[in-house]
């Protein structure tokens, strides 16, 4: 699958939601079905991913996005949700 790569505000976000489900094989979901500010992990999401999801997620983005998230902390820290994952893509192309 290939994605659009676009820093564009909501195009970027819609790009990422459209990975998330398809990297993860979350069917049940559509992209836009899932808020930008909405929990991805935990007991407390709806889509509740997992390691290997957050696994999937991490190579799909160094593939097709260009960035890369190391380590535990950082996945944590930038992968809670679509607006907080958009930022760190942004983030890491304006260096």
Partial sequence: MKYQFTLEPGLLESELKKLIVLETEKDDFEPEDILDDELLFGGKSRIQL???DAL???VALQAHFNVRLQ???MVRKHMMCVKDLAAFV???HQK
């Fill in 90 to 92: 942004r983030t890491e």
């Fill in 71 to 73: 380590g535990d902390r």
């Fill in 50 to 52: 997992d390691s290997l």
């Fill in 56 to 58: 999937q997620i991490v």
